[in-house]
Antibody
Framework: QVQLKESGPGLVQPSQTLSLTCTVS????????VHWVRQHSGKSLEWMGR???????SYNSAFTSRLSISRDTSKSQVFLKMNSLQTEDTGTYYC?????????WGPGTMVTVSS | DIQMTQSPASLSASLGETVTIQCRAS??????LAWYQQKPGKSPQLLIY???SLQDGVPSRFSGSGSGTQYSLKISSMQTEDEGVYFC?????????FGAGTKLELK
């Protein structure tokens, strides 16, 4: 069955770089796009960017120059890297498969930006 | 960016009651709209896509309607398990954007 799972450090220091991994199973990264969505505690959802099935990427301009998404198809993994983290980047980060809409989501990984 | 405005921000409903949540887009999104349900500590779950298509496995008491800039989600008979936060999302243009959410509680 389709599954996605995020992994990464729970705590990141201000100004440092966040690195997250989304490991997928049950589908191929060359057939579906995988997106990253962030949620501040108790708040709405914010689309960050996506890895398209052909390897193309696009990003929310709110994160431009800070955000990078890449993948390793042999490992079925999609990576998120975001630099210059600030306390307002604290939140839960989700990866989600997009089949027109976000039909499968990972459980999310909580990231706290604090010294 | 397309702004998504949801209303109400919260509501409570009795068992069996019909619930309607509204979502307004800042421009025509041509039915490019989805609804998600999120329960505490869980990731969002897709309920409705294309404004009115029911995702596989979602109970038929959920339905979506609308066009242009105005959309709604209806729960025809509120159940205990329907408590949670509901989000709308436009999938027409990047960046994809979500509504602020509607918190639904059982009265």
């Amino acid at each position: 069955q389709v599954q996605l799972k995020e992994s990464g450090p729970g705590l990141v220091q201000p100004s440092q770089t966040l690195s997250l991994t989304c490991t997928v199973s049950g589908f191929s990264l060359t057939s579906y796009s995988v997106h990253w969505v962030r949620q501040h505690s108790g708040k709405s959802l914010e689309w960050m960017g996506r890895m398209w099935s052909d390897g193309d990427t696009s990003y929310n301009s709110a994160f431009t120059s800070r955000l990078s998404i890449s993948r390793d198809t042999s490992k079925s993994q999609v990576f998120l890297k975001m630099n210059s983290l600030q306390t307002e980047d604290t939140g839960t980060y989700y990866c989600a498969r997009n089949n027109g809409y976000f039909d499968f989501w990972g459980p999310g990984t909580m990231v706290t930006v604090s010294s | 960016d397309i702004q998504m405005t949801q209303s109400p921000a919260s509501l409570s409903a009795s068992l069996g009651e019909t619930v309607t949540i509204q979502c307004r887009a800042s421009e025509d999104i041509y039915s490019g709209l989805a609804w998600y349900q999120q329960k505490p500590g869980k990731s969002p779950q897709l309920l409705i896509y294309g404004a009115s298509s029911l995702q596989d496995g979602v109970p038929s008491r959920f339905s979506g309607s609308g066009s242009g800039t105005q959309y709604s989600l209806k729960i025809s008979s509120m159940q205990t398990e329907d408590e949670g936060v509901y989000f709308c999302q436009q999938g027409l243009k990047y960046p994809y954007t979500f509504g602020a959410g509607t918190k639904l509680e059982l009265k």
